[in-house]
């Protein structure tokens, strides 16, 4: 039950910058239409579209865009079809970066993609290169305050999941993949309000890094990548030490 790993806190401070800044809704409007585009816009029948509602609503994402990305991800709206790509690449220092992307137009994707490794001392590599440094798990989040670690611990085991760990914000809950839903359900049902749930790709053997130009840089790219528009999540090999990560963040 120890805190959040390094890579956790990165992810997750970006994900407060993004909600301060309105980016988040993008990314929840990117998730709702590719759940509706594969499994169709009624979220009763489609699980994975109830998960992305349940998400974007936890963050208080007005109903308007819920219905509009919705619409867009059944063809009800013009535009193009909506393409669910993973990009893999590298950055300073030998970290790999998976880049999951929902775009209409794959050319210009690949395009910018590419450039925001390039400008950013990175590369971009080829399908399989970097995918094999990750497993993919369940990932539940939850308040600190509806809960004490102690008990969820108890209640999250129970339910099947893998792993709780905890920061002053939220407790993360991880689980196999295939149980995520499962597991989600079990707690749901137990009275616990869910910040949210997903996918996530934890790397199996973290890179740590102690130098501060390679982690600025490393950390460049990471927000070039997670800015980019059509992005839906980024994920890293990467973690850096405490007191570097800190100064980053505050500079």
């Given at each position: ?126 399908a399989g290169t970097v995918a094999h440094l990750f497993e993919q798990k369940g990932e539940i989040l939850i308040d ?33 993949a295939d149980q995520l839903n499962s597991v989600a359900a079990t707690l749901r049902d137990g009275g616990l309000q ?22 600025s840089q490393v950390l460049r790219l990471y927000q070039a990548l997670d800015d980019y528009d059509d992005t839906i ?19």
């Amino acid at each position: 039950m120890s805190g959040h790993n390094k890579w956790s806190k990165i992810k997750h401070i970006k994900a407060k910058e993004d909600a301060k800044k309105g980016k988040l809704f993008s990314k929840f409007a990117h998730e709702i239409a590719i759940a509706a585009r594969d499994g169709g816009g009624d979220a009763n029948l489609n699980p994975r579209l109830r998960q992305a509602i349940d998400n974007s609503k936890s963050q208080s994402m007005p109903k308007d865009n819920i219905d509009r990305a919705i619409k867009k991800g059944t063809g009800e709206l013009d535009g193009g079809t909506i393409e669910e790509i993973t990009y893999e690449g590298f950055g300073a220092g030998g970290v790999g970066l998976l880049v999951q992307v929902a775009t209409d137009n794959k050319n210009r994707s690949v395009a910018d993609i590419r450039s925001a490794f390039n400008k950013n001392n990175g590369n971009l590599g080829t399908a399989g290169t970097v995918a094999h440094l990750f497993e993919q798990k369940g990932e539940i989040l939850i308040d600190v305050d509806l809960i004490s670690e102690e008990d969820l611990f108890e209640k999250a085991l129970e339910a099947g999941a893998d792993d709780v760990s905890s920061d002053d914000d939220e407790h993360m809950i991880l689980t196999a993949a295939d149980q995520l839903n499962s597991v989600a359900a079990t707690l749901r049902d137990g009275g616990l309000q869910l910040k949210s749930q997903g996918l996530v790709f934890i790397p199996k053997t973290p890179i740590e890094i102690t130098d501060a130009s390679i982690a600025s840089q490393v950390l460049r790219l990471y927000q070039a990548l997670d800015d980019y528009d059509d992005t839906i999540s980024v994920f890293g090999t990467f973690e850096i030490s405490e007191d570097i990560l800190a100064t980053l963040m505050a500079s």
